[in-house]
């Protein structure tokens, strides 16, 4: 490796180490639209990580829709959450691979004696369904949604992972796909390089670097062809 400068490395799941996106955008749309919420692909890709109740009332208020007598926004998100949840781990869960080079990449990291994290907005459910075993024993910590009290784009996730390392988030790199994510990362304090895997590079303009995959960020990082 060539003067890597950072204490850790905190990577996202989905998009990031799992090629996942068009299977959980795929139940998004699905479940949204059956609830009557007009949204393309393109809205979800770009909400990933922090489609929350935040989300939902702005659409709501956009498009009219009325909610059943006595149910909020929150309680209508918690049933849209948990029908898309349901869906993803039934329908599509099984089509979902790791990226190529997530696997050499954590190896290299280790060699060197870099810790990692994992920190998704999925609950760990999702995680243990969906991530290989040799990925799953290659982080030394995972943050899931079910940890953290505030989600994406907060920055508490990131700042939970970089404790549980004991690192700060200064000294930590943070590789991200979306906009929520990247905004967390910069927020917790941390060097955030992006992997435009899903989004557009405008949608991602936020991050220190932008790179095409995880092999072209791991030859930026210092190694050779993560594999």
């Not at 299977?23 to 919420?37: C, K, T």
Request: some cysteine; glycine content about 10%.
């Amino acid at each position: 490796m060539n003067d890597f400068s950072y204490q850790a490395v905190l990577f996202d799941m989905d998009g990031v180490v799992l090629d996942s996106m068009e299977q959980h955008s795929a139940a998004w749309l699905r479940v949204m639209r059956g609830a009557g919420l007009r949204v393309e692909r393109e809205f979800v890709l770009a909400h990933e990580g922090c489609l929350q109740t935040e989300v939902l009332e702005k659409l709501l208020n956009e498009q009219g829709v009325v909610l059943p007598p006595g149910q909020g926004a929150a309680e209508f998100m918690l049933h849209l959450l948990d029908d898309q949840r349901r869906l993803y781990l039934e329908e599509f869960a099984h089509q979902v691979t790791p990226f190529p080079g997530a696997a050499g990449l954590l190896a290299a990291l280790a060699g060197q004696g870099v810790p990692t994290a994992l920190v998704t907005s999925s609950r760990r459910d999702q995680v243990e369904s969906c991530l290989p075993g040799e990925l799953l024993r290659g982080f030394a910590h995972i943050v899931t949604s079910d940890d953290v009290g505030q989600h994406k784009p907060h920055p508490e996730p990131y700042l939970k992972a970089s404790q549980a390392l004991g690192v700060a988030a200064v000294d930590c790199l943070v590789v991200e796909n979306a906009p929520a994510g990247i905004a967390a990362a910069r927020a917790a304090g941390a060097v955030c390089y992006a992997v435009a895997t899903t989004l557009g590079r405008e949608h991602l303009a936020q991050a220190h670097a932008i790179f095409d995959g995880l092999d072209e960020l791991a030859h930026h990082l210092g190694f050779n062809r993560a594999g």
